[in-house]
């Protein structure tokens, strides 16, 4: 098998790069998604009921989300490249 450095040809009606890219984000994405679920998890059940729970779970939430909003428009802007 000879592997290349260069993108491969698009075959047919598939969009090798796209979908490439596509794989990569969404695999992005859900490690993220795993992270952030276990950091939230763990400050669930090892911080005290308190104001800095509720702060941390917070900031933890807004990080994921702009997480998110960044990988979206990643994803967005590379495949409107392709177009």
Do not use: C, N, Q
């Not at 695999?27 to 005290?48: E, H, K, N, P, Q």
């Amino acid at each position: 098998m000879i592997v290349a450095l260069s993108p491969p040809p698009e075959h047919g009606w598939i969009h090798v790069i796209a979908v490439r890219a596509l794989v990569h984000r969404t695999s992005a994405v859900v490690a993220a998604l795993l992270m952030f679920g276990l950091v939230g998890y763990l400050i669930r059940t090892l911080l005290d009921p308190g104001p800095l729970k509720k702060i941390v779970l917070w900031i933890d939430e807004i990080i994921l989300v702009l997480l998110l909003l960044y990988f979206a428009w990643g994803l967005v802007w590379e495949l409107v490249s392709f177009l």
